[in-house]
């Protein structure tokens, strides 16, 4: 797996990625199939992923498990039940279980700093807590090089840990989130020293054999450096030329497994959940609330990956919002499961594609369980958004600036540029690309000297072949910054057409 494909594997992977269409029908055969198979089949086509299973988990019962496409596309094996994929940082979510489990024990505290627990650590580190550790809010430095995504040290796992040692702090603690593999580290070791056991075993006993899960605890942590039988093949595009290719094998020291290196299927991470939610894993449901509570940063907020993931707690990432909240672990850029407690559902989405991004379509699966959470109805709209969303439904996005005018003299209607923008790529993605013009059109019309305005009205222009206009808002957009590689890059590429 580690190794460059040849032209001829080359020329296959990209055959039968094109021959998709086919291929996701294969696995799910014995699957009746329903809108939740053609929605999914759709989004593997747009996204080019080879493989993905499903699970859904609904009032603590499995109601729907699939699986679709190729778990090895040089060889043209399907994906089963039994595949298991590579879940990178959705590792963190096991590791966070185990913390709390200790914390019940009577074994460790959130709260405590980190030199309680362990020795022979840089004196700058001492006051960080376990909590901020495992929130991502320690400040301190990466072991990871976040570039190459290799340890910081050529010479391996212990250079690499002695350097880090001598790296200053990043941040002050609970300042900022940092998604930082350090913290994790660490926690590893807290859980080797707290339990009397190494974290993989802890974990194993504690959690993988109380759940059931077999294909888990018989893959083990190691899915980045070894071949893990019956699993899924790691796919990217994200080496260039537009190729698909074989993800390079990482080399990922054991000391950084609390982590990423994990291995599951679909239906054993689903009984994960229930086993966790039933309380067979944790025994308190304060301890449940606490691993889903995202770390609240000094200046009030929670921050976390992006709009959607924006909050970070025990492990978990969270998506705070005022419907339908949800934690949220994912990994690897191709494997997420969505919980969402206040609805009692479930849905866990693994792919073997770096860049399939399950995590931008888990809600519209829920969707179809909970109508109100599809997107063309609205779900996930800011509330301002959503104001202008209804009025727009009605009277025709071609009259967006007029409508937003009249809603100005009779509500309290703050518009957010970034808002706006994000839900003009939402759109997009609805593929509503004429609704979409119109929302950055207004977007442009209320942040005129905005660059990036411009910028999202320029590419959706491009996008429905108005070259014209494409080029006439990117020159706009080096007019705001003449310093914009993106803008000249693309103006360059328009002149060609």
Request: aromatic share 8%; glycine share 6%.
């Given at each position: 797996?580690?190794?460059?494909?040849?032209?001829?594997?080359?020329?296959?992977?990209?055959?039968?990625?094109?021959?998709?269409?086919?291929?996701?029908?294969?696995?799910?055969?014995?699957?009746?199939?329903?809108?939740?198979?053609?929605?999914?089949?759709?989004?593997?086509?747009?996204?080019?992923?080879?493989?993905?299973?499903?699970?859904?988990?609904?009032?603590?019962?499995?109601?729907?498990?699939?699986?679709?496409?190729?778990?090895?596309?040089?060889?043209?094996?399907a994906v089963d039940d039994d595949t298991v994929f590579s879940i990178n940082s959705i590792t963190k979510a096991f590791t966070g279980v185990a913390v709390m489990q200790l914390v019940e024990q009577?074994?460790?505290?959130?709260?405590?700093?980190?030199?309680?627990?362990?020795?022979?650590?840089?004196?700058?580190?001492?006051?960080?807590?376990?909590?901020?550790?495992?929130?991502?809010?320690?400040?301190?430095?990466?072991?990871?090089?976040?570039?190459?995504?290799?340890?910081?040290?050529?010479?391996?796992?212990?250079?690499?840990?002695?350097?880090?040692?001598?790296?200053?702090?990043?941040?002050?603690?609970?300042?900022?989130?940092?998604?930082?593999?350090?913290?994790?580290?660490?926690?590893?070791?807290?859980?080797?020293?707290?339990?009397?056991?190494?974290?993989?075993?802890?974990?194993?006993?504690?959690?993988?054999?109380?759940a059931g899960m077999k294909r888990t605890e018989e893959a083990g942590f190691s899915n980045l450096h070894d071949v893990i039988a019956h699993s899924a093949r790691r796919y990217t595009y994200y080496y260039g030329a537009g190729e698909i290719a074989n993800v390079k094998a990482i080399d990922f020291p054991e000391f950084l497994r609390t982590a990423a290196g994990m291995s599951s299927s679909a239906k054993e991470i689903a009984t994960w959940v229930i086993a966790l939610q039933n309380g067979e894993l944790l025994s308190k449901p304060s301890s449940i609330e606490t691993l889903w509570t995202p770390a609240v940063l000094t200046n009030g907020k929670t921050k976390g990956f992006n709009n959607l993931l924006n909050g970070y707690a025990l492990g978990w990432p969270v998506v705070a919002r005022h419907e339908h909240p949800a934690v949220a672990p994912s990994g690897g850029n191709r494997a997420a499961f969505f919980v969402y407690p206040e609805d009692d559902l479930s849905i866990v989405v693994l792919t073997n594609l770096m860049g399939g991004l399950p995590s931008l379509f888990i809600d519209e699966i829920a969707g179809f369980y909970i109508p109100q959470m599809k997107a063309e109805n609205g779900f996930g709209l800011p509330p301002?958004?959503?104001?202008?969303?209804?009025?727009?439904?009605?009277?025709?996005?071609?009259?967006?600036?007029?409508?937003?005018?009249?809603?100005?003299?009779?509500?309290?209607?703050?518009?957010?540029?970034?808002?706006?923008?994000?839900?003009?790529?939402?759109?997009?993605?609805?593929?509503?690309?004429?609704?979409?013009?119109?929302?950055?059109?207004?977007?442009?019309?209320?942040?005129?000297?905005?660059?990036?305005?411009?910028?999202?009205?320029?590419e959706t222009y491009w996008l429905l072949g108005d070259t014209d206009k494409a080029v006439e808002h990117y020159k706009k957009v080096l007019g705001l910054k003449p310093d914009n590689k993106y803008a000249k890059k693309q103006l360059k590429k328009l002149k060609k057409t």
């Open positions: 797996m580690s190794r460059s494909i040849g032209y001829n594997t080359a020329k296959f992977m990209k055959a039968s990625v094109l021959s998709l269409s086919l291929l996701v029908g294969l696995t799910s055969s014995l699957v009746q199939a329903d809108e939740i198979d053609d929605f999914l089949r759709a989004e593997m086509l747009e996204r080019k992923i080879p493989g993905l299973q499903l699970a859904v988990v609904k009032n603590g019962k499995i109601i729907k498990t699939a699986s679709y496409g190729l778990a090895n596309i040089q060889d043209a094996v009577g074994k460790l505290e959130l709260s405590a700093k980190i030199s309680k627990y362990l020795a022979d650590l840089p004196v700058e580190w001492h006051n960080v807590t376990v909590k901020q550790l495992l929130t991502h809010t320690s400040g301190l430095p990466d072991i990871m090089n976040g570039d190459t995504g290799k340890l910081i040290s050529n010479e391996g796992a212990k250079a690499s840990w002695e350097l880090v040692k001598q790296r200053p702090l990043d941040f002050a603690a609970n300042s900022q989130f940092s998604y930082n593999q350090t913290n994790y580290l660490l926690i590893g070791k807290i859980i080797d020293s707290v339990s009397g056991q190494n974290f993989i075993d802890y974990i194993t006993q504690n959690q993988l054999r109380k301002a958004i959503k104001t202008l969303w209804k009025s727009l439904e009605s009277k025709g996005y071609e009259q967006a600036v007029q409508v937003v005018k009249e809603l100005q003299k009779t509500h309290q209607l703050k518009l957010e540029e970034d808002e706006l923008n994000t839900w003009g790529y939402k759109l997009i993605e609805q593929k509503k690309k004429k609704q979409a013009l119109a929302i950055f059109k207004l977007n442009t019309y209320l942040f005129p000297l905005s660059a990036n305005t411009h910028d999202s009205l320029a």
